[in-house]
């Protein structure tokens, strides 16, 4: 089994629309998470930690399962300026961090 | 405040040239490492430091070298390119492990 799984997409939605993803990890001593965002040809950045009661910030909500090994990431009202690549990333100790491969999102007008 | 600076943007060499791709921090971070990324995969760890004089391999090292003699720098050498090298590098710092990762601009390097 793949350390992480994440559906590539892509994603096409509305605009207002409400999306969601999931990562899935195989190391259940995965220690952190993270969603990064990725827009086209530019360097990840930090959208948002992910924690076991789950977070919101702003139109943005991210949940952790552990018995069931996934994280997800739930967009709402998506944006024109939401279309990126949403990257999963897991710590599993010392320096290892393990990246999902991305998934696309579109959000069209 | 810069960041995180990473030199050059865009590289074409061709097969068995060496080169170094520059990165350098000027937020006092211990830790910093090199990705690559390809196509369809997620990034991956070439090397990473944990403070000056001290560093270690990620998940694919081979073909490429770094060191780490200030806190701000933290060069990667390609010591004799292949085209499996073609790949975007980005170099990251954090202030510890398992905190927010401070990414480079990237660099495009094509290996002909």
């Known amino acids: 089994r793949k350390e992480v799984e994440q559906d590539p997409g892509p994603f096409n939605v509305p605009e207002g629309a409400t999306v969601a993803f999931n990562c899935t990890y195989s190391?259940?001593?995965?220690?952190?998470f993270f969603w990064y965002r990725q827009d086209c040809r530019k360097e990840p950045k930090l959208l948002m930690s992910v924690y076991s009661s789950g977070n919101e910030d702003g139109r943005f909500t991210a949940q952790l399962n552990r018995a069931s090994q996934y994280i997800s990431l739930l967009i709402r009202d998506s944006k024109l300026s939401d279309s990126a690549t949403y990257l999963c990333v897991f710590y599993t100790g010392g320096f290892k961090t393990i990246f999902g491969a991305g998934t696309r999102l579109f959000v069209k007008a | 405040n810069a960041g995180v600076t990473q030199t050059p943007k865009f590289q074409v060499l061709k097969t068995g040239q060496s080169m170094t791709l520059q990165c350098a921090q000027d937020m006092n971070h211990e830790y910093m490492s090199w990705y690559r990324q390809d196509p369809g995969m997620g990034l991956r760890l070439i090397h990473y430091s944990v403070g000056a004089g001290i560093t270690d391999q990620g998940e694919v090292p081979n073909g490429y070298n770094v060191s780490r003699s200030t806190t701000e720098d933290f060069p990667l050498r390609l010591l004799s390119a292949a085209p499996s090298q073609t790949s975007v590098y980005f170099c990251?710092?954090?202030?510890?492990?398992?905190?927010?990762?401070?990414f480079g601009s990237g660099t495009q390097l094509s290996v002909l």
């Open positions: 190391n259940s001593a995965s220690q952190s």
């Open positions: 990251a710092s954090s202030r510890d492990t398992n905190e927010k990762l401070f």
